[in-house]
């Protein structure tokens, strides 16, 4: 008697076709690269709103955390672009111009090579929580987030100083092992083309670039937002010899410090 193997079901072997396909790396890089093009918040662990959306987004980012996956990366593309479409009303608006402020945490990727992914992505989700929450308490709006840092708007000025000053603050008691975070922040207004639920355009730039030359726990911003502020209500300092690729020459930087009332 001859005993031969039963071939394996055939939606057994179709599943495991599929499992192989949608962890085929170009597929994976080609969606993860699609994503980057839409519009809208590219981290599922920036700040939630308390949409579903946003849940969706961060069981789509856990499900099968532990192996790449094409259809994930097109899942939270989908939910990245609805959120761009709802949200679109969300931004504050100014006729006369809006501040732009970016953050980022000094010496974050020299630490983050060596905490390991558990207590990085800790650390990030509570400056997430706080920058959020003080951002949208003076009346800004995150745009997206940008791994360690944010990208922020507010039509008023004056707000956007305490909320950076408020945020570098906030971070600089958040405990993390073998990291003390340092936030830095610059700000920058002008009329950044809006697209979507992003901006685009030259003030964007230089609002990255005034940050980039921040130390931690200092808030930068231009002359543009200078001129617009009570002069009682900030402490204002020039920074000398600024110099940044892509800015203009005659482009005037401060370090701003904002004046509370004793009261």
């Not at 608006?93 to 809006?98: E, F, K, P």
């Not at 408020?166 to 971070?171: G, I, K």
Request: net charge positive; aromatic share 6%; proline share 5%.
């Amino acid at each position: 008697m001859i005993v031969t193997d039963r071939p394996e079901p055939w939606h057994l072997r179709t599943r495991k076709f599929l499992r192989a396909t949608d962890q085929r790396g170009e597929l994976v890089r080609g969606a993860r690269f699609l994503r980057r093009l839409v519009p809208g918040e590219s981290d599922p662990l920036a700040p939630s709103t308390g949409r579903s959306s946003d849940r969706l987004a961060r069981l789509l980012t856990e499900a099968g955390a532990d192996r790449p996956s094409a259809t994930r990366e097109l899942g939270l593309a989908a939910v990245q672009a609805w959120q761009a479409v709802r949200r679109s009303g969300d931004q504050p608006q100014a006729t006369n111009g809006l501040t732009v402020l970016f953050t980022d945490l000094v010496g974050f990727s020299t630490w983050a090579l060596q905490a390991g992914d558990e207590r990085v992505l800790e650390l990030l989700r509570s400056v997430s929580e706080v920058t959020e929450s003080i951002v949208t308490g003076h009346r800004g709006s995150v745009v997206k987030g940008l791994g360690d840092g944010v990208m922020a708007v507010f039509a008023d000025p004056g707000e956007a100083v305490n909320a950076a000053y408020e945020t570098c603050s906030a971070v600089g008691v958040i405990k993390a092992e073998g990291y003390l975070p340092h936030l830095r922040a610059g700000l920058h207004r002008g009329n950044p083309q809006r697209v979507g639920d992003d901006y685009l355009g030259v003030d964007v730039n230089i609002a990255a670039r005034i940050m980039a030359a921040a130390d931690g726990d200092e808030v930068l911003a231009s002359g543009s937002v200078v001129d617009e502020l009570d002069p009682g209500a900030v402490i204002v300092r020039p920074r000398r010899s600024f110099r940044a690729k892509g800015t203009p020459k005659d482009l005037r930087v401060y370090r701003v410090v904002p004046r509370y009332s004793a009261t």
